[in-house]
C-alpha cells in the first residue's frame, strides 16, 4: 500500500513539474535582460585578512579529503 501512495505522489509531482515548466515557457519577458556591473565590490574586506580558525578547523574536519591548505572536493559529492 506504502509503494501504491509513493507512486502517487511522484505522478502527481511530476504532473504538477511538467504544468509548471509548459507555463513558465509560455511567459514572456517585457524588455531586455540585464545585468549589473560595479567598479568595486561592496562587501567590506580588508586585504590580508585571515579565515575564522574555528570554522576554517570545522570545515577541515568535516572535509572527505584534504591536502595540506586545500579541500578537495567534486561538485555534488560533499
Given at each position: 500500500?506504502?509503494?501504491?501512495s509513493?507512486?502517487?505522489?511522484?505522478?502527481?509531482?511530476?504532473?504538477?513539474?511538467?504544468?509548471?515548466?509548459?507555463?513558465?515557457?509560455?511567459?514572456?519577458l517585457?524588455?531586455?535582460?540585464w545585468?549589473?556591473?560595479?567598479?568595486?565590490?561592496?562587501?567590506?574586506?580588508?586585504?590580508?585578512?585571515?579565515?575564522?580558525?574555528?570554522?576554517?578547523k570545522?570545515?577541515?574536519?568535516?572535509a572527505p579529503?584534504?591536502?595540506?591548505d586545500?579541500?578537495?572536493?567534486?561538485k555534488?559529492?560533499?
Open positions: 500500500m506504502e509503494q501504491t509513493r507512486e502517487q505522489i511522484e505522478k502527481e509531482a511530476k504532473e504538477i513539474l511538467d504544468k509548471f515548466s509548459k507555463a513558465l515557457a509560455s511567459v514572456k517585457e524588455g531586455e535582460e545585468n549589473v556591473e560595479r567598479e568595486e565590490d561592496r562587501r567590506e574586506e580588508k586585504e590580508g585578512m585571515d579565515c575564522d580558525e574555528t570554522f576554517r570545522i570545515m577541515f574536519e568535516n579529503q584534504k591536502s595540506e586545500f579541500i578537495i572536493a567534486e555534488k559529492k560533499w
